[in-house]
């Protein structure tokens, strides 16, 4: 079975910063773009950044210059660093992993049970 497991929200001050990781455990699959998103309150859920599996980045206009996504393909890891934080950037974040399971010919998408960051003003 596999599992996306996210790490690292909280609560902060504008300008601090946060580091979020998550961890796709399981076995028998292989993993292509890995992102997070995040949703705030009253608001559609957005995509944060992208990586693929060859480590090309996207971001979105909002967080560019100051968040900066990676992944670890040996340890199936994404982590996200967040600086310069802001109070418009308080959501449940949520990591977000494209799988194909062996055995299928389908990729999927997979989540993360999301964690909450919060920026006070």
């Known amino acids: 079975q596999v599992q996306l497991v996210e790490s690292g929200g909280g609560l902060v001050q504008t300008g601090e910063s946060l580091r979020l990781s998550c961890a796709v455990s399981g076995s028998g699959f292989s993993i292509n773009a890995m992102a997070w998103y995040r949703q705030a309150p009253g608001k559609q859920r957005e995509l944060v950044a992208s990586?693929?599996?060859?480590?090309?980045?996207n971001y979105a206009d909002s967080v560019k210059g100051r968040f900066t996504i990676s992944r670890d393909s040996a340890k199936n890891t994404v982590d996200l660093q967040m600086n310069s934080l802001k109070p418009e950037d308080t959501a449940v974040y949520s990591c977000?992993?494209?799988?194909?399971?062996?055995?299928?010919?389908?990729?999927?998408?997979?989540w993360g049970q999301g964690t909450q960051v919060t920026v006070s003003s």
């Open positions: 977000n992993a494209r799988i194909l399971r062996y055995g299928s010919i389908w990729w999927s998408d997979y």
């Open positions: 990586i693929t599996s060859g480590h090309s980045t």
